[in-house]
């Protein structure tokens, strides 16, 4: 059975850094391309960046774009996020989550392309 388990989140201050990461197994890695997203209290679920299953191509939405960084090691099973110039606007639960095969709507930023998703991990950035 596939899991994705997330790790990394915690309090940081504005303008601080964190790294997320997101350990796979019970699946073919190397074969999903992998998404991150965010849920802050109130709000919708979220895309924040993507990679593709190569790592050759990334994603990211404008609102992270500059800022968050994000990786993978096949080698490793994880995918990784690396959020710098941290504001308190990216508070927020942090989700990835495993793609199979090319998106049918062309886009990884919908979650609905998406077969298997993490538990969350918890960013809070204070002001």
């Known amino acids: 059975q596939a899991q994705l388990v997330e790790s990394g989140g915690g309090l940081v201050q504005s303008g601080g850094s964190l790294r997320l990461s997101c350990e796979a197994s019970?699946?073919?890695?190397?074969?999903?391309?992998m998404g991150w997203f965010r849920q802050a209290p109130g709000k919708e679920r979220e895309f924040v960046a993507a990679?593709?299953?190569?790592?050759?191509?990334?994603y990211y939405s404008d609102s992270v774009k500059g800022r968050f960084i994000i990786s993978r090691d096949n080698a490793k099973n994880t995918v990784y996020l690396r959020m710098n110039s941290l504001k308190p606007e990216d508070t927020a639960d942090y989700y990835c989550?495993?793609?199979?095969?090319?998106?049918?709507?062309?886009?990884?930023?919908?979650?609905?392309?998406?077969?298997?998703w993490g538990q969350g991990t918890q960013v809070t950035v204070s002001s």
């Open positions: 990679i593709s299953w190569s790592g050759g191509s990334t």
């Open positions: 989550a495993a793609d199979f095969g090319v998106p049918s709507s062309g886009s990884y930023e919908h979650p609905h392309e998406y077969d298997y």
């Open positions: 019970g699946l073919t890695f190397s074969s999903y391309a």
